[in-house]
């Protein structure tokens, strides 16, 4: 995966939910970039901001804006608005060749290190110690995407969304049994659900990254946030970690046992057939994105509006040393300053961070579209929340990403594109027990650091 490129699959975790409608929203608009009025449509010409089309998140990101220049006429920031395509080509050129915009929007992660080891971000640790309230108004697990060799190089913005174990509270009163709490129960649930006709997990396992929600947890759950911290940073043979070969152990351990519908490996999460599976009853459970609320709200019939639909955080493993609050997923998008900006225009930047990206505007309409902001202001503007269902989703959304003391990047935003596109390959390979967990750990290992 290059850095901020999003595929076909990728993208549609990290869209933004709508309640309303579709849960992967396809980004609009045309082919090339839209630029605002004043604005130069490139690097050059005063402070600039480069970002993804398609609504809702592109009506709010131009709102704040037209805020931040309404307030200072003498500081415009001009705006460049490309598809996602565009954006992704252009963005890692004009970056690559020292002429990035000012402020460059992305996900943080394995995109951000990429730029930090190129020196073409700035280091913001002091920005945050000078504004240390704007950064205690932020979600403290969400700064951990934004930071490379202990220091702070982004500002997390926008939305939160963590993965999900979601399930079909009818299938439960089928076979008379309670939601998991620990892994021990997912086996134990495995054979009675299997037992009545009713598969214990949907999975679209042709889709790779799908997968691999169920690795980033039960790594977490058995060896504690350290584990994948280790791999981050690069070091030598962290995949082999006991802890690692003992997750990889009990993900084929609930394969082999059934856990999955038959044929998970030729479904697809792009067409939203794993939602359907679990919406029209075919399996009791589904682990996912936040972002499937939206769809399977708007597709599944009465399963959201029934009160069928339950979901909680991924239980603990037993004897596991991870802190079962913890969560993975996009702890939110982020925005840096180009260290080959102007001095002038880095302190306009830094001005829209600190007064533009998180205000009480932006956190309501974020809130408004049906996502959670990064901002711990959110829980304030959930009282506007009409509709029951949505106010308690959005509730158990919030206290998710704030009460994790870790929020686990996704992998193949975390890592290199190198060990990215390896890992994939290697856990299509795991689900389909063609390789052990050995094998997985050797040819991960062998593209640490790559």
């Not at 403290?140 to 995407?145: K, L, M, R, T, V």
């Not at 939602?275 to 769809?295: C, P, S, V």
């Not at 300053?337 to 533009?356: R, V």
Request: hydrophobic share 40%.
């Amino acid at each position: 995966m290059d850095p901020i490129r999003p595929t076909s699959n990728v993208l549609a975790r990290r869209t933004f939910l709508s309640l309303a409608a579709v849960s992967a929203l396809a980004a609009c608009g045309t082919s090339g970039p839209k630029t605002t009025p004043g604005s130069t449509g490139g690097a050059g010409g005063g402070s600039t901001y480069w970002f993804l089309t398609g609504q809702p998140q592109q009506g709010i990101r131009e709102a704040q804006v037209k805020r931040f220049n309404d307030a200072n006429s003498g500081t415009q920031l001009k705006t460049t608005e490309f598809q996602n395509d565009a954006f992704k080509q252009k963005i890692k050129t004009a970056i690559g060749a020292g002429q990035g915009p000012t402020l460059i929007w992305g996900w943080g992660g394995g995109g951000l290190k990429s730029y930090v080891d190129a020196d073409q971000v700035e280091d913001l640790t002091g920005f945050f110690g000078q504004n240390a309230a704007l950064k205690d108004s932020i979600f403290p697990s969400a700064f951990g995407a934004a930071t490379v060799g202990g220091k702070i190089y982004a500002m997390p913005v926008e939305t939160t969304t963590p993965i999900v174990l979601f399930y079909d509270k009818r299938a439960f009163e089928k076979i008379g049994a309670q939601p998991p709490q620990s892994w021990g129960d997912i086996m134990d649930l495995v054979p009675k659900f299997n037992g009545a006709g009713i598969a214990p997990f949907s999975l679209g396992g042709q889709s790779r990254w799908t997968n691999m929600m169920w690795l980033e947890f039960l790594f977490d759950r058995i060896g504690g946030s350290a584990v994948f911290q280790s791999i981050f940073e690069g070091t030598a043979g962290s995949w082999s970690d006991p802890s690692s070969l003992k997750a990889l152990d009990e993900m084929q351990k609930l394969i082999k046992a059934g856990g999955f519908i038959k044929g998970f490996s030729s479904i697809t999460a792009d067409s939203n057939a794993d939602q359907a599976l679990l919406f029209t009853g075919k399996a009791a459970m589904m682990l996912h994105g936040a972002w499937t609320y939206g769809n399977m709200k708007s597709s599944g019939g009465d399963f959201v509006t029934g009160d069928h639909l339950g979901y909680l955080n991924f239980p603990a493993v037993d004897g596991g040393k991870g802190d079962p609050t913890d969560t993975v997923g996009n702890p939110g998008q982020y925005l840096s300053i180009s260290s080959k900006a102007s001095a002038a225009d880095k302190e306009t930047a830094k001005k829209f961070l600190a007064n533009n990206t998180l205000d009480d505007a932006s956190v309501e309409a974020w809130v408004k579209s049906g996502n959670i902001a990064v901002a711990k202001s959110s829980k304030d503007k959930l009282a506007g929340i009409t509709d029951k269902n949505d106010a308690a989703w959005l509730k158990f959304v919030y206290d998710t990403s704030a009460n994790a003391k870790n929020f686990a990047q996704s992998w193949d935003q975390a890592l290199s594109p190198t060990q990215a596109e390896t890992l994939l390959d290697n856990i299509a390979k795991l689900f389909q027990l063609s390789i052990s967990p050995q094998q997985f750990a050797d040819s991960m290992n062998a593209v640490i650091g790559k």
